[in-house]
């Protein structure tokens, strides 16, 4: 996919989710979208476009408005169009080849937009670790069973969960991913 189509599909489907939402999205907006400094067959004039953005808008909230946008047009598609998730993907894919301010958006991580629901979400979490140690106390003690032998495999269990707790997981699966499929997208020389 060359790069001003994937503009043009990823801005579409931007307006698409925008209109959804109720919230406006002007033409200054939306071409704001298209810039970048290194490629002029995607955005004519980059410096006057954000010039002329900057005088009417705040770029931090422009950025988590579309950001927000952006990620519910990409949950949108997950659900309800397949095609459509994976014409994203590849205008991502796309984008990732050159400097684009398109990318600054859709990498943005903004807060939450449920923190309540997070924090107890997280007390949960906490709250069954801590009775599903309580309950292995109250065995261990009522069928006398000696924790010495079994020492090190608690140790091992404890330490995975803080990891999985903590998102070291997580995070180590996505370097992993994102380092394997760029040696599969490798030219050979």
């Known amino acids: 996919?060359?790069?001003?189509?994937?503009?043009?599909?990823?801005?579409?489907?931007?307006?698409?989710?925008?209109?959804?939402?109720?919230?406006?999205?002007?033409?200054?907006?939306?071409?704001?979208?298209?810039?970048?400094?290194?490629?002029?067959?995607?955005?004519?004039?980059?410096?006057?476009?954000?010039?002329?953005?900057?005088?009417?808008?705040?770029?931090?909230?422009?950025?988590?408005?579309?950001?927000?946008?952006?990620?519910?047009?990409?949950?949108?598609?997950?659900?309800e169009d397949p095609e459509g998730k994976r014409n994203w993907d590849e205008a991502i894919s796309a984008l990732r080849k050159g400097d684009h301010y398109f990318l600054v958006l859709w990498d943005l991580k903004l807060p939450s937009e449920h923190p309540t629901r997070d924090f107890f979400k997280l007390l949960g979490v906490g709250l069954l670790v801590a009775v599903g140690i309580a309950i292995a106390t109250l065995l261990a003690v009522e069928y006398k069973i000696d924790l010495e032998h079994f020492r090190k495999h608690v140790l091992l269990i404890v330490v995975g969960l803080f990891l999985?707790?903590?998102?070291v997981f997580r995070n180590l699966y996505r370097v992993a991913v994102v380092w394997f499929h760029s040696r599969t997208n490798r030219t050979p020389d």
């Open 164 to 167: 999985l707790v903590t998102g």
């Open 1 to 79: 996919m060359k790069t001003k189509a994937a503009k043009d599909f990823l801005v579409q489907q931007t307006a698409e989710q925008a209109a959804r939402d109720n919230l406006p999205l002007s033409d200054i907006e939306k071409k704001m979208m298209y810039f970048t400094e290194s490629d002029a067959a995607s955005c004519e004039n980059p410096v006057e476009r954000k010039n002329e953005f900057d005088a009417q808008y705040d770029t931090a909230e422009y950025e988590a408005k579309i950001s927000r946008l952006l990620h519910h047009a990409y949950n949108r598609l997950k659900v």
